[in-house]
């Protein structure tokens, strides 16, 4: 185990052990033991991952004397979804297992539906991880569609991860490409956070900032040791992904350490099911990649302007009145997205004259929030090109998103969140429909990557 997470689970609440390392599986039986005691044990698990790890994991832990219950095991295809069907499925089976602890095999989808059916029960459980595919291993919260909303249910993180090297890098490349479109959101996410910071919106809570953003240029550094397995490169993706984790659990606000603009893109296609019908099916991380190159694109040019000098009259003159605004909202979206969307967006809107307190504020803290934001942010051809090297999605044309429809998801994932970003600030400050605009015509940065058939 790294001396980094060795010192951030010294402060985690619910995670007492990562092990992590090359060969560990065998350790499973051992952690389990030392955390649970005698308790029964029950491996959950698809057919894919029970494959990688199925047989190591439940031989580890008979040799340590766990007594096992039959296996809850979800087919290999079609693909199992995090939605809260998935949740009542586990519970309702773990619910008469009295005291029987889980031990969960997987990555993003499985961890999180035994992490949330677990905590319904009053019941802690354990994951082996078996690929570098996300940010969630040792997050507080799980990511749930419900009612077709996608959003983070509040749970306990695992009480121990098993993180075995040689089995997150067997997995398929597009597992280690998502984990890294998942990690390099954190660039931008951290610039939402500075901007929320200055304002006074929501605090930096610098410890858990540093658990985030201090291993996340290493975990990143290295997209072609990525694309060929190179040990070294992926242990610092797994460290860096299972720091972002501990990092949401140390935070327990929200997921905001780890989760800003660009995954509200990501957020919005998933409820649109954007993806779903491939097989396997579009996974979380490509889309948060994207996502992050399209913030990206945006940054650059926002930070040009001199909001010092903001028109704050003009700003408060286009600001909707609050039935303006959910109108707005209604007439972006339909089905089970409208309502909940709606919530959000008004939970964060602030009257005419709440507008004009802020946007002086803004005038105010221009300086030092471009410093800061400018020394935070790096450019989205960087990105693009890293993505590009892991073999991630790297324009939106590869993952079936017309232009139209990604110019539209600018504007729309603003609403899905009630977390402040750069999306509300522009929106706030009267350019968001502009700068967004200027990304598609002349030399702007997807007018220069157009889009094939």
Not at 27 to 48: M, R
Not at 156 to 181: E, H, K, N, S
Request: proline content about 5%.
């Amino acid at each position: 185990m790294s001396e980094l997470i060795e010192k951030a689970l010294a402060d985690s609440d619910d995670t007492d052990v990562v092990v992590m390392g090359h060969g560990v599986l065998d350790q499973t039986g051992e952690v389990f033991k030392k955390l649970f005691g005698d308790a029964k044990g029950i491996v959950i698990a698809d057919g894919n991952t029970w494959e990688v790890a199925g047989d190591a994991v439940v031989a580890s832990l008979e040799a340590a004397g766990v007594e096992l219950v039959d296996p809850m095991l979800f087919p290999a295809h079609p693909t199992v979804y995090a939605d809260y069907d998935n949740v009542e499925k586990i519970r309702d089976h773990l619910a008469p297992l009295d005291g029987v602890i889980a031990c969960s095999i997987g990555s993003g989808t499985l961890n999180d539906l035994t992490k949330r059916a677990s905590d319904e029960l009053g019941r802690r459980y354990m994951n082996v991880c078996t690929a570098a595919s996300m940010d969630g291993y040792a997050a507080f919260g799980s990511s749930i569609t419900e009612n077709g909303f996608k959003h983070t249910m509040s749970c306990r993180a695992p009480q121990a991860l098993i993180a075995d090297l040689p089995t997150m890098a067997a997995a398929p490349q597009r597992c280690t490409a998502t984990g890294l479109g998942d990690l390099i959101e954190k660039v931008p996410a951290g610039a939402d956070w500075i901007i929320a910071d200055e304002l006074g919106i929501e605090a930096i809570d610098q410890e858990v900032w540093d658990l985030v953003q201090g291993p996340l240029p290493k975990a990143i550094s290295d997209p072609e040791g990525l694309a060929t397995g190179k040990p070294e490169a992926l242990e610092g993706l797994v460290e860096g992904l299972v720091m972002s984790g501990l990092s949401m659990q140390k935070y327990r606000i929200s997921s905001r350490p780890a989760s800003g603009a660009g995954h509200q893109f990501s957020h919005t296609w998933e409820m649109e099911k954007l993806g779903m019908d491939r097989e396997p099916p579009l996974t979380h991380g490509m889309k948060v990649g994207m996502g992050t190159i399209a913030v990206l694109a945006l940054w650059e040019k926002i930070l040009e302007i001199d909001f010092s000098r903001l028109d704050i009259d003009a700003a408060v003159a286009k600001w909707p009145s609050a039935e303006e605004m959910e109108a707005k909202v209604r007439r972006n979206f339909t089905g089970d997205m409208l309502e909940p969307a709606v919530k959000q967006t008004m939970d964060k809107y602030i009257t005419a004259e709440q507008l004009r307190e802020r946007l002086e504020l803004v005038r105010q803290k221009w300086p030092s929030i471009q410093k800061r934001c400018a020394e935070q942010v790096m450019p989205a051809a960087q990105v693009e090109e890293i993505l590009k090297q892991v073999g991630g999605v790297y324009h939106p044309s590869q993952i079936g998103v017309t232009e139209q429809r990604f110019h539209e998801t600018y504007i729309r994932c603003q609403m899905i969140r009630s977390r402040y970003t750069l999306l509300d600030f522009l929106l706030e400050t009267g350019v968001l429909q502009d700068e967004v605009d200027k990304l598609f015509v002349g030399d702007g940065f997807w007018a220069k990557r157009p889009w094939t058939d």
